[in-house]
Nanobody
Framework: QVQLVESGGDLVQAGGSLSLSCAAS????????MAWYRQAPGKQREFVAR???????IYADSVKGRFTISRDNAKNTVYLQMNSLTPEDTGVYYC?????????????WGQGTQVTVSS
């Protein structure tokens, strides 16, 4: 059984910072990319950032220069450092990973962690 468990969500004032982490556990042979998505109230889930197993990164325009994604391959863990937060960053942040488990590659999702940015 593979699980993605996020942590680090909190209530923070605008301009502040938060660091999220997501640990993948289970019979994981390898991971391709790991990513973060978010969903604001009443809106669709949107892409935030992604990092490949080799460390290549992609960011949504809305977070470029403020957020940094990183990963620890040995721990199957992905991190999201969020700086200069604004109320528009409020939402549930979901971890997403493309994993090879028992010879089957598929995407997995975490349960989400709440980030609330107050003005």
């Amino acid at each position: 059984q593979v699980q993605l468990v996020e942590s680090g969500g909190d209530l923070v004032q605008a301009g502040g910072s938060l660091s999220l982490s997501c640990a993948a556990s289970g019979s994981i042979f390898s991971s391709n990319y790991m990513a973060w998505y978010r969903q604001a109230p009443g809106k669709q889930r949107e892409f935030v950032a992604r990092i490949s197993s080799g460390g290549s990164t992609i960011y949504a325009d809305s977070v470029k220069g403020r957020f940094t994604i990183s990963r620890d391959n040995a721990k199957n863990t992905v991190y999201l450092q969020m700086n200069s937060l604004t109320p528009e960053d409020t939402g549930v942040y979901y971890c997403n990973a493309d994993l090879l488990v028992q010879s089957i590659r598929r995407q997995y999702w975490g349960q989400g962690t709440q980030v609330t940015v107050s003005s």
